[in-house]
């Protein structure tokens, strides 16, 4: 499978931006989409953002699509969150994924057991 190395988390205050990064590595990495989702305390697992490897589309959840911006640089095998206008609500441990054969709007409802998984970073907004 593909192994996912997430970095950039860290405690930051409202208002304040943080940019993670999500490594990735394996034979077929540009056949898969990426995205990104959360998990808050308490609080199930909820998508926020998705892109397509190759063909470029993005996806966003509601709450984030004005502030947050998913990208990619295919050579570097890398995707990227930038995080503007960070709320307490935003506050989670952030985890990437991975899914071949599916677009950016079907990864907002896949199941955890439907992708490859990052080991997650945390991200902390203080009011």
């Known amino acids: 499978q593909v192994q996912l190395v997430e970095s950039g988390g860290g405690l930051v205050q409202a208002g304040d931006s943080l940019r993670l990064s999500c490594a990735a590595s394996g034979r077929t990495v540009s056949s898969y989409t990426m995205g990104w989702f959360r998990q808050a305390p308490g609080k199930e697992r909820e998508f926020v953002a998705a892109c397509g490897w190759g063909g470029g589309s993005t996806y966003y959840a509601d709450s984030v699509k004005e502030r947050f911006t998913i990208s990619r640089d295919n050579v570097k095998k890398t995707v990227y969150l930038q995080m503007n206008s960070l709320k307490p609500e935003d506050t989670a441990v952030y985890y990437c994924?991975?899914?071949?054969?599916?677009?950016?709007?079907?990864?907002?409802?896949?199941?955890?057991?439907?992708?490859?998984w990052g080991q997650g970073t945390q991200v902390t907004v203080s009011s």
């Open positions: 994924a991975a899914a071949r054969w599916t677009t950016p709007q079907a990864m907002a409802v896949m199941t955890t057991a439907g992708g490859s």
